[in-house]
T-cell receptor, first 117, second 113 residues
């Protein structure tokens, strides 16, 4: 089974802190994603990466950055945490599309519930 | 832009009742369609998918048919169980940028014994 592991289930930080959320996958997936999940808004894509050291902005990248130094690990960074970044953060991974690998589903971690005080 | 609209919840049913959760979409081209399920305290799991018009995705007793003429992908189950209580998300991805999923806002299902 695919395993996507997020380093923390719950995290409490203070306004202005630099916050790191870590995600590791064990299926050699090329693509990795960070979403935030808020009531009534569903999931919104923050950033994604399609290869090591490659990244692209999603729909709501402001206030966030990412790092992908190794294929299996994708980190989300809140440069200066603010209260409006209190949310559930979900990491996902998938094989890249193309050739025989079409419509590859995304596999999700269990999420990190982040509170910024 | 592309979007997915789901019926608002919560949907509350008795065990063994019939379930329908409506999902409609707006997209250019021919998207692939997915249903994901999120059980309490967990991440999302792929429930089923359909990749072209008239395809029917099915899994664990759930079904959904890709209806291009009505741009819909409604989720159905003939007899729900308490263990089906969860949040259900409809999503689409376009073939020209198929790394990106567009999610609906989710529908919470509560099944009572």
């Amino acid at each position: 089974d695919v395993k996507v592991t997020q380093s923390s289930r719950y995290l409490v930080k203070r306004t202005g802190e630099k916050v790191f959320l870590e995600c590791v996958q064990d299926m050699d997936h090329e693509n990795m994603f960070w979403y935030r999940q808020d009531p009534g808004l569903g999931l919104r894509l923050i950033y994604f990466s399609y290869d090591v050291k490659m990244k692209e902005k999603g729909d709501i990248p402001e206030g966030y950055s990412v790092s992908r130094e190794k294929k299996e690990r994708f980190s989300l960074i809140l440069e200066s945490a603010s209260t409006n970044q209190t949310s559930m953060y979900l990491c996902a991974s998938s094989h890249k599309q193309g050739g025989l690998k079409i419509n590859q589903p995304q596999h999700f971690g269990d999420g990190t519930r982040l509170s910024i005080l | 832009g592309d979007s997915v609209t789901q019926m608002e919840g919560p949907v509350t049913l008795s065990e063994e009742a019939f379930l329908t959760i409506n999902c409609t979409y707006t997209a250019t081209g021919y998207p692939s369609l997915f249903w994901y399920v999120q059980y309490p305290g967990e991440g999302l799991q792929l429930l089923l998918k359909a990749t072209k018009a008239d395809d029917k995705g099915s899994n664990k007793g759930f079904e959904a048919t890709y209806r291009k003429e009505t741009t819909s992908f409604h989720l159905e189950k003939g007899s729900v169980q308490v263990s089906d209580s969860a949040v259900y998300f409809c999503a689409l991805t376009r073939m020209d940028s198929s790394y990106k999923l567009i999610f609906g806002s989710g529908t919470r299902l509560l099944v009572r014994p």
